[in-house]
Structures are given as C-alpha cells and as structure tokens.
C-alpha cells in the first residue's frame, strides 16, 4: 500500500502557478461614500443653495378643562379635549433669537366657526402637550356622556 501512495505522489507536478499581487497604482481612489470623487450633487452643473430650517408653532383649540379620562379598562389619563383642527405657522429659524421673536409676535389663533370633536368615532386629548386620538368606545360611560354633552353645546 505505501508503494502506491509513493507512485502518486510522484506523478503530480510539484509546480504551481505564481500570481503577482495587484499594486497600488492599479486602483483608483474612492471616497468613503464611494462616489468616486464627486463630493457635490449638481443639476444642470450648478449646485442648490441650502434650504432654510423651519421651525413650525402649532395651536391646538381647547374645548375642556383638563380632566382625569378613564377607559373602559379602567385605566385613566390627565388631558383636555381638542379639536381636530389647529393653527400651524412655519417661521424661519435660521437665527433662533428672531424665530423665538416671531413666534411670540405671532397673532393668536382662532378657533374656527365649527371645531370638529367627533371624527371617525374618535376625539382628540391633549396629553403632555401631544396630541392623541382616542376612540370613544376606549373611553368609559361617564367620559362618553361628557363628549356627547359637549358635542351637542358646539355650533353645527
């Protein structure tokens, strides 16, 4: 059996083939994003100024004190019901003491004619300064009796 093993061994050719490594000056350079060296997008050969940062003041309309909700489940949430409409005014905060300067000259909002209370079997609470849509069937007997109070004293 050894003998066998010898006669194969010999056989093969002991050569293999010798590769040259690639050098450096064969690759390009890229850079990290691998654009290849363009650092600037341009349309048309020009590139677009920055845009300006907005900052945005929201007005949300009241229509409650704030009050301790309770759901059906028996948790409960401190906030007072909105409407579904609100005041949204963009101002330009590229200088910060201006845009804070804006947003306090802003003028007030004002509740529209008709605030909508019911939209979709929902009302909207406002929590933490967010606002949260909560379905009326999530909230208990006694918080329904007081949307549907409250909805009936609205204009129609």
Do not use: H
Not at 10 to 28: D, H, I, W
């Amino acid at each position: 059996m050894k003998t066998i093993l010898l006669v194969l061994a010999t056989a093969l050719p002991l050569g293999a083939q010798v590769v040259n490594p690639a050098t450096g000056k064969k690759f390009e350079t890229r850079t990290i994003n691998g654009s290849g060296g363009n650092n600037g997008v341009s349309i048309n050969g020009s590139t677009a100024p920055p845009a300006t940062p907005k900052a945005r003041l929201v007005s949300y309309f009241s229509l409650s004190d704030t009050r301790q909700w309770k759901s059906s489940d028996g948790r409960s949430l401190l906030g007072s019901i909105i409407a579904f409409e609100e005041s949204v005014i963009e101002i330009d905060a590229a200088n910060p003491a201006a845009a804070k300067e804006a947003a306090q000259k802003a003028p007030p909002a004002k509740l529209p004619e008709k605030p909508t209370l019911i939209r979709d079997g929902k009302v909207r609470l406002l929590v933490n300064n967010k606002p949260y849509e909560v379905a009326l069937d999530q909230l208990s007997e006694e918080d329904r009796k007081f949307v549907a109070d409250l909805n009936a004293k609205l204009p129609k």
